[in-house]
């Protein structure tokens, strides 16, 4: 069992901004009806400005400014590929499996660049490579539906190389390495978010596969400036969203499963 993955979900189940909020909202009011008054008081102050900057400052847009910007985006692909590599995260598997009928997530502009890619470069090799990062759910795998949705988008099923185990990035990478096993010189393109793409491309050098980062599925324009606002659950959001990726690079150097704290293009 890979006590990583296990810890990562526990972990962010209570340090999530909502839940740290939330816990200490608690905490705070059942501070209040005790001895400990005092202290119930300055944690509820503290909540109170936190929740104010949080509401406020555009924190979270310019955490997740800097994982866009990191790599630029490719006005132009090379000329000659080997394979087309994007990672899941685009399909709800679950609520597929339930309804019967295709569900998107947040990532369907992974897919489609991968399609158009893929027809781009119709002797190139294909990798969709994602199984299920709940770890409670590992019955229903997001690879098994993703044939059917890429015939539609007029991309043969049979070209796709399906890996359904990885549940994290870093297994992405290695499940994935392990499949096509990359021959030195060959050019693969890896498509998955921008702002997740520092880590991706950081667990793929690990396992000794230098791919072409191809970012997609960009939020913000890239210019964006300090510029303040006044909604708390907009500004949670956008707060929660950039720092699950920020402990996601911290957690991958501390566990050595990048060689960098933020990796960025080579030379």
């Known amino acids: 069992m890979d006590i990583f993955f296990y810890m990562s979900k526990f972990f962010w189940v209570f340090f999530e901004p909502a839940q740290f909020f939330f816990i200490f909202l ?19 102050t503290l909540l109170a400005v936190a929740a104010l900057a949080v509401a406020t400052l555009p924190i ?60 781009r470069y119709p002797d190139a090799k294909l990798v969709f490579t994602g199984g299920s990062g709940r770890a409670l759910r590992q019955d229903v795998k997001e690879a098994d539906y993703i044939k059917p949705v890429m015939d539609l988008l007029g991309v043969e099923a049979d070209r796709i190389i399906v890996e359904n185990q990885s549940r994290n990035t870093y297994e992405n990478a290695v499940a994935a390495s392990n499949l096509v096993k990359p021959k030195p010189g060959e050019t693969w393109i890896l498509i998955t978010s921008a702002f997740h793409m520092p ?18 599925d960009y939020r913000l324009q ?3 400036n300090w510029e303040l606002g006044f909604s708390f659950i907009t500004g949670l959001a956008q707060l929660s969203h950039a720092l699950h990726e920020w402990v ?16 960025g293009p080579e030379g």
């Open 26 to 44: 608690c905490l705070g009011a059942v501070l209040l009806w005790s001895r400990w008054r005092r202290a119930g008081r300055w944690l509820i």
């Open 60 to 119: 979270g847009v310019q955490l997740s400014l800097m994982l866009e910007n990191r790599f630029p985006a490719v006005t132009e692909p090379p000329e000659r590929i080997d394979g087309i590599i994007t990672l899941g995260g685009i399909l709800d598997q679950f609520v597929t499996k339930q309804r019967g009928q295709i569900s998107f997530g947040g990532g369907a502009d992974r897919l489609a660049q991968f399609s158009r890619l893929a027809q």
């Open 199 to 216: 880590r991706t491309v950081g667990c793929f050098r690990k396992v000794g596969w230098r791919v072409f980062p191809y970012p997609v």
């Open 222 to 224: 890239g210019d964006e």
């Open 248 to 263: 996601g690079l911290i957690a991958y150097r501390l566990m050595g499963k990048t060689d960098i704290l933020f990796p």
